[in-house]
């Protein structure tokens, strides 16, 4: 049986990266797309690189009839996100990837975000999107909130070891390196070719960067206390891939158990042997995540370090894993290819 | 029902890009791989990016038991392929990636590659093997030939019209821009990160370059007379991607009929409307080949251009698609894949 | 004796290449820098890469003190240019990067740049910036227009070969590989990283290129008669740099000696040894302009390869080449850096 | 007065990098040039962006005559360049680019680098390079020692809080990005374009890194106790630039202070207004380190991060830094150039 998908906000790179794993999904079909300043255009004009799939027009928002479609992705800018989806029919099953409902508290949300919450009764249904730590809950939701890039990735490097009490929770600093789709397909001086290639900086430096109000509020919850990391993202002339260094303390050999016994039965999270480390060039294009753990010199400290492709596992493979699960299909469907490389 | 297919040459980047393919096809299972110098170690040793795939160690070729397999894939440097593959069962099918077997007179051969050749029956016997001209021979066929990259690239955007009649023969100039994969993992300077990056220049200048004896055989043989075009590669500091841009003689958008004419059934080859014309970033990681027509400002000349990913229509992906065809399985099976962007 | 330089339009990727460039001259001071969108800003918020020197503020161009001024490069946009130089004092001397006095027929102009030229007379009255075939009449300019980086960079490579009659002018191919820069600081979604980087492809197909103009205008200047050739700029993933690979009939060995002999006493053109031929990554940040000729294997037809810094050579290196002999001053003096590898 | 200099190791990146800065030094000659491996080629040769000097040809170490060479740079392999300098005349000044004599204690050079050391009293008699901190001892050395492009960064960043008592020792955590060319010009697969291009990784996790015997030896000193850092290099897809990411724990604003007071006289060192921080793509080719200190979100923890290019400041212009104070000559001389950008 074919399941009936829209998009929304299909011309950035999140909507592209969902109309290239759902091109090779045997179960879903793509009925509208929406992408409100190319609408009228299609999505070869976009995206040529989607030229061969033969797929609907873009059109506005208000032009989708959504009776009939069984699931929307949701890609558009956060606020936004809130507005349009508190207009849609209650029955749409909807996977979002903005940041409207990743925080549960809607005085979070206005500290990291700037504005006030208008969809509090939404932002109390969604469910967060981490699909390994929320697979029972996603199942029955009508409403998931994909995670931030970054969130993720911490995440799957730390979340096992806070919550087995590995690893000293005051002390945490996560360093990323982040590759440029990330920041989307806007423009911005700073994601120019000439601007970036042959240049590394860091950005949000000081715990300015609003995926951190994901980590405090995951990590907490998982802690059972109060746990605020310190976090630096690097943008780095890459296209695609995150790269997490995180420094902790804790016994290296004990982390990379929790590890390993926390993903043992995960397809996507591959937990390398004790003392290997990932690159961001071995995930690419894929839905998997690989984590390592390696001890430094001095005893009682370690790195964990793990590595994701932000479009699709960090974003539109994650969406899909959870579309997966709210369409009652297999988690894994579509989402197996391997990565691209070199 | 599945075939037992084996990766000769498994250790190289058209051997890593092979399993990719495969391992995303529903008709295949790789039962043997094969790579002399890193025979016992397993692919996530090698290309971590597959760490995720139950797949065979390596072994040494002489270890393979071939009873049993179906076919198999053949990624060594040419003149080892040749030699290896006079001593294989003469009942396998094989789809050779090397130049051993593409050109069909023993002497071009010699003059091409510099050393005679030794396998001259098997040589007789191989089907060139870019498909969409040779499909019907390459269904019956046990040995097909898998072109040179930049050789599928200039033919898919000329070799209609040469068969038409529609361009002048004696004035054709094939300006190539190829990423760095289609010189393999060798190591050697100037494919060196800090070398390439940042830099851009030509080689094999001249008429040296060796896909040149494919481009007079193919283009002779259509043309029915004597055919030398004028062929420049560039090495660009991109990993995957050849840009054919193509300088010939003839009524621009009589050609652009030609070719729309001649790809209207092809599955694979994309000619984009008139005056269009395509990038190698809406390619990458796919089997899909863009080519575009525009007219210069001197009536009677015209550019045609074609991208494709080398790796995959230039090489594994095309390898795929003959051995699906030499399989008797549908054409594109495991190989519809979107391209990756960005 | 110093003398006193302004730089307008300083906020582009040229004028910070002025102020690199002069901020090692031992003659030059720069005492006016303006930016209009930037007014108020320091040179180091606008560049960083600059914050060691001690330099003006960014002001607009109504506030600039022209007295005692004795030099101005303008890298302002085209049409701003001549509106600008229009209202400057009629005794400041002028190097303008900018298309706007390039072309020496007002239709010219009008056809390529799509907008009457609204200062006649002082197009009338600059000279031509390619400084090698130039020289003596820049020693007197008081407006000198800075060529096109790619009109300059084809224009080395076969401006002594048309004036020497040695290649059959209704047959010349030019084929450029540009780097980023070229196209500025201007937020286009094709110059963003993720977009570029690992991309490819021809722009301004077929004859529409602007630089165009001034090769119509040089070559038919320099041959007697009118030529047209054939031009094709590709984009590619690299920060700075031209790469022109130009198709010609003629004797690859008597172009050779042409080239040698027009360039055997210019202090920044470089002929390679016959057979030898440019990269791009041997002249990043520098002055220098490599050429080389290669024969095709059909006798009678050869490669000429020429490649140059466009933001250096191709642009604000010239002028201040150019700034030098309107100064009196050692034509090289401030330019003789070696290009930075890698 | 002109000073006549060799350079040992020139076919290497970091030699190709002294000629670079010395054909801009109004006070040195070079004479003499080595390269084992390329003896008897030209620079131009073995590097085409020097073309256009007029330099010599390279011979064997053996061949070089040292009487009237007054300095000469050793940018040879670690252990190679001990038995080389051993042998030198032992009146010429050397400024040695390798591992040999950055490390005092026998003892620590063979824990770091695997091999007894085999100049003892050599190692005695060298200076450590880091210029800014032992100016005085190296204007009166004879040899001094280069010291590591990541260990000069990581002490830019943090040696004066150290020395001020303004962090917390126990509790240094510095996360770098490097720059491919300091690997040098090695044909290693990871340095591969394919490879490194679209990565990102960690290597010598876990205090494993050389340059960590130089941060304990010098941070130990300052100290006046044993310090040890945690440090973890990240290799990058750039060709130049080190950018060190340190987490300390002390108030941001005290550090800042400390920084600008340390550093207000540095001609090369730039002390970023506060909260503010560098990027490699602002200090690419020039012998510029940029420093920058913010706040993080937790009160006492700071994050220090500083910018420099590995092949000048962290190796070549560093050199020729200590070079021209060896030579009694100004220390600035031949390394104003201006960053390229970009």
Known sequence: MTHKIAILGASGYTGAELVRLISGHPSLDIVALSGNSKAGQSMAQVFPHLRH????????????DFSGIDLAFCALPHKTSQEVISKLPKTLKIVDLSADFRLRDPAAYEKWYGNPHTAVDLQAEAVYGLTEFYRDDIKSARLVAGTGCNAATGQF??????AAGAIDLDDIIMDLACAVSGAGRSLKENLLHAELSEGAHAYAVGGTHRHLGEFDQEFSLVAGRPVEVQFTPHLI?????ILATNYVKGDAQALHSVLE??????PFIKVLPFGE???IRHIRGSNFCHVGVVADRRAGRAIVIAALDNLTKGSSGQAL???NLMLNLPETEGLMMAPLFP
């Not at 002339?237 to 891939?241: E, I, L, S, V």
């Not at 016994?261 to 995960?266: F, I, N």
């Open 321 to 323: 894993q959870n579309a």
């Open 261 to 266: 016994h926390a993903y043992a039965d995960e």
């Open 157 to 162: 490097a730390l979340r096992p070891l806070i």
């Open 53 to 64: 799939l033969d797929l609907p027009v873009l059109t506005r928002i208000e032009d989708v």
């Open 237 to 241: 002339p890459a296209n695609r891939g």
């Open 277 to 279: 480390h990932p690159s």
